[in-house]
């Protein structure tokens, strides 16, 4: 086993890869994991210092096989039909949340129809348009419905390369939801809250 003053080498634990890994020798006596730089396996080793042939003695441990990563809760895809969506009677209007002392919340009103948040694309222009090259040109939509009762208020993922949250859950692609007041989505690294026009954020029972 080849090893110098500063160092220690020994060999990957994959039979199919054998590379050569050198390293600084850890504390004797206590398991390690190290990544094979070139298989990219990771593996358990055990330093026991330094024999009596001044030769250092490193002992395989195995392979140390990944977890599976837990797939992150995504809020389900339940669209509320539109006639059981609540009746606001003021209009709403999306606050776009702005870290730091010298920014203020931009606040952004909403039309009647369909209103889409994106990327800033002269070429493929949303209704709102935000400085932001971690979203998508389309990513958002907001429908409006007005009736003369009061507005009614649909929010939709289009389009999200990036991981996108509604209250704080993720969500996917198509993801459709009645928006009421208080509710917070976040596309790309922006945040949004959507509120009544005079600024309440409770919701309307």
């Known amino acids: 086993m080849p090893s110098l003053d500063n160092y220690i080498a020994f060999r990957c634990q994959n039979a199919d890869c054998a590379a050569l890994v050198k390293m600084k020798p850890p504390q004797p006596g206590k398991d390690f994991i190290i990544v094979c730089p070139k298989c990219k396996t990771r593996q358990k080793w055990q330093y026991e210092g330094i024999d009596s042939q001044c030769k250092p003695v490193v002992v395989p441990k195995g392979i140390v096989r990944s977890e599976p990563k837990a797939e992150p809760k995504v809020e389900p895809d339940r669209p509320t ?3 059981f ?4 009677p003021i209009p709403g209007r999306l606050v776009r949340v702005r870290s730091g002392f010298f920014h203020r919340n931009e606040l952004i ?28 040109r389309r990513s958002v939509k907001i429908d409006v419905y007005a009736e003369p009762r009061g ?3 649909k929010f939709t993922l289009i389009k999200s390369l990036n991981p996108a949250y509604f209250n704080g859950k993720d969500i996917r692609e198509g993801f459709s939801k009645e928006l009421v007041f208080g509710d917070s989505f976040r596309i790309g690294t922006t945040d949004f809250i959507f509120e009544g026009i005079d600024g309440s954020r409770k919701p309307i029972r």
């Open 81 to 83: 039909p539109i006639g």
């Open 85 to 88: 969506m609540r009746l606001s």
């Open 109 to 136: 009103n909403l039309v009647p129809g369909e209103n889409t948040v994106g990327q800033r694309d002269a070429a493929k222009p949303s209704t709102v348009q935000i400085d932001d090259k971690f979203m998508s």
């Open 151 to 153: 507005y009614r208020f």
